[in-house]
């Protein structure tokens, strides 16, 4: 079965630097890739989708990268800030727009 | 603003009680809702792929007759949990594609289901 591991439960960082987290995955290769945002007690946030012919993908201070031959992705934040502070969920199409999502790791930008 | 709305946000019952969870899409038509389950600091488990107008398709391990899904208009699912104990306090989240093969999930805000 797919596995999705995402490389910490935690994450610190200090305000201002670049946060780097990582997904990874076995057993398929997905279509596309996906990141999400998510508050306590909140449903997750759509950000950025990255498909299995791109290498990279940017929005504003967020940058994802796709590499199916290690099926990793890896999603910087650059210039961080404490209001980016959340838990980020990567996400992979597994068929049919099924989504299945790794456990997330939790994000705190400390000023 | 939200596409997808959740309703209630949260509820607190008593064990062996039922209670229904509304998802509604709000400015589009949704064929297929999906229904997920996230206990504290573990990520989202999808329960169930609901479908306008025919059954839901549940995943290995959830059972249909607990947590009965009905997709009956193009915008609206609800999940029932029937007879609730304890271990099903957990936040439940559904979520639609906007647009169909855009991959994009918009999710609802959640619903924090407490059985005392």
């Known amino acids: 079965s797919q596995k999705i591991e995402q490389n910490s439960e935690a994450l610190n960082i200090q305000e201002g630097k670049t946060a780097t987290l990582t997904c990874n995955y076995t057993n398929y290769s997905p279509a596309y890739l996906q990141w999400y945002r998510q508050d306590p007690g909140r449903g997750p946030v759509f950000l950025l989708l990255?498909?299995?012919?791109?290498k990279e993908k940017r929005k504003e201070r967020l940058k994802v990268t796709f590499d199916t031959t290690l099926k990793q992705s890896l999603f910087h934040i650059t210039a961080s800030q404490p209001a980016d502070s959340a838990t980020y969920l990567c996400?992979?199409?597994?068929?049919?727009?099924?989504?299945?999502f790794g456990a997330g790791t939790r994000l705190t930008v400390k000023p | 603003g939200a596409v997808v709305s959740q309703h209630p946000s949260w509820v607190i019952c008593k064990s062996g009680t039922s209670v229904k969870i509304e998802c509604r899409s709000l400015?589009?038509?949704?064929?297929?809702m999906f229904w997920y389950r996230q206990f504290p600091k573990q990520s989202l488990m999808l329960m169930a792929t609901s479908n306008e107008g025919s059954k839901a398709t549940y995943e290995q391990g959830v059972e249909k007759d607990k947590f009965l899904i009905n997709h009956a208009s193009l915008t609206l699912s609800t999940l029932t949990v029937t007879s609730a104990h304890p271990e099903d306090s957990s936040f439940y989240i559904c979520?639609?594609?906007?647009?169909?093969?855009?991959?994009?999930?918009?999710f609802g805000e959640g619903s924090r289901l407490t059985v005392l």
């Open positions: 990255i498909r299995e012919n791109e």
């Open positions: 996400a992979l199409d597994m068929d049919n727009n099924d989504m299945r």
């Open positions: 979520s639609a594609h906007r647009t169909i093969n855009t991959g994009e999930l918009f």
């Open positions: 400015d589009f038509q949704a064929t297929t």
